[in-house]
């Protein structure tokens, strides 16, 4: 008689540790295309957006979860939103089944500040649809995905890198910074060195330039250099 283990259970910290950086440097794009405040309209019956700002774009659109009066729904349990366009969030929910996580199988979910930036980012770690975008709809914050081939990220930089591994401007922050920047490198396929001591971990891209991330002692992210 042979007997299967339970499958490992995870916890949000781990999904949003693993995708912060790279959901961040997607929104910094985004800003650089669009700007901070595009108009826009949202085809939720269509999946599709349609943004003006600095370029004008049509975005396939995924509703990750809805906000309202400080509850948090999943798109997969929203009768606000139809089937094809809570595909990516019922992903979330698949995973979650499969690795004992409630958070992501919980239809609803009492919100703390920021914690449906925290649910969206979790998510984006699980079916990679990177760029996000708030809609305010009828009284209610409806948290999207978006593809566009324009929000495919460029080949990095030491600029973009170093602007993406800028604590001040985290809008999530991670648990465990060392593992964010870890994941982070994985996903840029960035050669990764940390030193022995773990207060610094050089990214070194194929064209030869490195940033390298130091850390205090606790593994706080301060600053970053690049060569």
Not at 10 to 26: F, M, P, S
Not at 43 to 61: A, K, Q, V
Not at 144 to 165: I, K, S
Request: glycine share 6%; with cysteine; net charge positive.
């Amino acid at each position: 008689m042979t007997t299967t283990a339970a499958p490992q259970r995870r916890t949000l910290a781990d999904a949003v540790d693993r995708g912060c950086l790279y959901a961040h440097e997607h929104q910094l794009h985004f800003v650089s295309l669009i700007g901070s405040t595009p108009r826009w309209r949202l085809h939720p019956e269509m999946g599709t957006s349609h943004f003006e700002g600095r370029r004008t774009l049509d975005c396939d659109t995924q509703i990750i979860g809805v906000d309202k009066d400080g509850t948090w729904e999943w798109g997969w349990a929203s009768p606000n939103v139809t089937p094809p366009r809570r595909i990516q969030a019922d992903l979330a929910r698949q995973f979650g089944q499969a690795r004992d996580m409630p958070v992501f199988t919980t239809a609803r979910l009492a919100l703390e500040p920021g914690d449906a930036r925290r649910l969206v980012v979790g998510a984006a770690s699980i079916h990679r649809w990177w760029t996000s975008f708030a809609f305010g709809v009828d009284g209610m914050v409806m948290h999207a995905a978006l593809r566009h081939p324009a929000l495919e990220l460029p080949a990095p930089t030491p600029t973009t890198v170093r602007q993406t591994l800028d604590p001040s401007t985290w809008t999530v922050q991670p648990t465990d910074a060392r593992r964010a920047v870890r994941a982070y490198a994985a996903l840029r396929h960035l050669t990764r060195q940390e030193r022995r001591d773990r207060t610094a971990m050089r990214l070194t891209w194929r064209e030869g330039w490195t940033v390298t991330a130091h850390f205090t002692d606790d593994g706080q992210l301060t600053h970053t250099t690049a060569s």
